[in-house]
Nanobody
Framework: QVQLVESGGGLVQAGGSLRLSCAASGTTFSRYNHGWYRQAPGNQRDLVADISSGGLTNYADSVKGRFTIARDSAKNRVYLQMNSLKPEDTAVYYC??????????????WGQGTQVTVSS
């Protein structure tokens, strides 16, 4: 079983920065892919950024050049550095860990979410 706990959300003005942190336990951390998703009211949960077990990163077009995902395997933590924040970045941000089972199924684990609010 995997437990994920996010922190670092809050209220920030447009143009500001925040760093989200996700602490993972109960898993062999480096074998998992990790990601950050976000969900605004009335919207679906969308991928913001992810990092594979091999270290490859991927970003949503809307955050490229502004957000950076990073992982510290020694601390079992995943980070999302968010710069040049915009009001449209306002959402609940969720940490995700996932892996492919031997049967070819992708299993996902989620944190409880942290609110990010960007004021204009």
């Amino acid at each position: 079983q995997v437990q994920l706990v996010e922190s670092g959300g809050g209220l920030v003005q447009a143009g500001g920065s925040l760093r989200l942190s996700c602490a993972a336990s109960g898993t062999t951390f480096s074998r998992y892919n990790h990601g950050w998703y976000r969900q605004a009211p009335g919207n679906q949960r969308d991928l913001v950024a992810d990092i594979s077990s091999g270290g490859l990163t991927n970003y949503a077009d809307s955050v490229k050049g502004r957000f950076t995902i990073a992982r510290d395997s020694a601390k079992n933590r995943v980070y999302l550095q968010m710069n040049s924040l915009k009001p449209e970045d306002t959402a609940v941000y969720y940490c995700n860990a996932n892996f492919l089972t031997p049967l070819g199924q992708r299993r996902h684990y989620w944190g409880q979410g942290t609110q990010v609010t960007v004021s204009s």
